[in-house]
């Protein structure tokens, strides 16, 4: 089994940054691709970004967040963080933390897809006020 629990959320203001943590445990880490995903209000959960099983081969990042977010993982520590900078109103949603499939684990790429990952933490939330 695999556990992944997220850290970090908190409510800032508009402008502000979070760095949001994740650690895994329960299986070798360094294998698989890992994502982060988030679900505001009303909505459906949506990607936000990804990283290969090796973070210096690939990462992916939705439209919305490129050029604010950064993903990053530490495989020694069996770590994923993502680093949310200049955030806005828009950016309130429960962020979670997933790991990408074993089927993947050849090809040492970032996914995008929530059928592409198999385990899921609990989630974090973060708010921004206007």
Known sequence: QVQL???GGGTV???????????????TFSTNAM??????????REFVAGISRNGDISTDYADSVKGRFTISRDNAKNMVYLEINSL??????????????DYYNDYDVALRYDYEYDYWGQGTQVTVSP
């Open 13 to 27: 203001q508009t402008g502000g940054s979070l760095r949001l943590s994740c650690v895994a445990s329960g299986r």
């Open 88 to 101: 806005k109103p828009e950016d309130t949603a429960v962020y979670y933390c997933a790991r990408g499939i």
């Open 35 to 44: 994502g982060w995903f988030r679900r505001a209000p009303g909505k459906e």
């Open 5 to 7: 629990v997220e850290s």
